[in-house]
């Protein structure tokens, strides 16, 4: 008995540092901020957070309509400065109808002016003016798509 219990703790103890590992890449908060007829814009707010003067989030761009089964979606991370308004984009992902990524690539593009307005000047609201989407939040694209994509 002793043993089962000292293996139970063990497996416990390996579990909680693996969830405590895990945990703040999975914490999301997606809201919509834009829509056109065919794209829903989204936007990380959990990851709104400035390092070092940069605020770096993701942005998600889902099909405005579909099937629930159809998880396709594609996510790019910006980034942008606050002190002097500039922004740029970094990696952009994309995934496929089952949710399984099927692209990667990095941009590294320079930084440059974020331009009022648009989706870029929307997330540098979110990033340095603190503003929100007043939108319903979901914890992943998943539960997004599945909540009718905002419609």
């Known amino acids: 008995m002793i043993k089962a219990i000292n293996i139970t703790a063990a ?11 895990a945990s703040p890449a999975a914490a ?7 829509r056109s007829d065919a ?12 390092v070092d003067g940069v605020v770096a989030t993701k942005m998600a761009r889902v099909h405005a309509r579909g099937e629930a089964m159809d998880l396709s979606h594609e996510t790019e991370e910006v980034m942008v400065r606050c002190s002097d ?11 496929g109808k089952d ?17 009022a ?9 979110f990033a340095c003016e603190e503003m929100r989407p007043q939108a319903a939040r979901f914890p992943t694209i998943a539960a997004f798509i599945a909540a009718g994509r905002g419609q």
């Open 28 to 34: 999301e908060s997606w809201a919509a901020f834009s």
């Open 99 to 115: 949710g399984a990524e099927t692209d990667r690539y990095s941009e590294d593009t320079p930084w440059e002016a974020t331009p």
């Open 117 to 125: 307005g648009g989706i870029y000047g929307a997330i540098k609201s």
């Open 11 to 21: 497996v416990s103890a390996v579990g909680l540092g693996l969830f405590g590992v």
């Open 39 to 50: 794209v829903v814009y989204l936007v990380d707010i959990d990851a709104l957070t400035p």
């Open 85 to 95: 308004g500039q922004s740029r984009s970094g990696a952009t992902v994309t995934y």
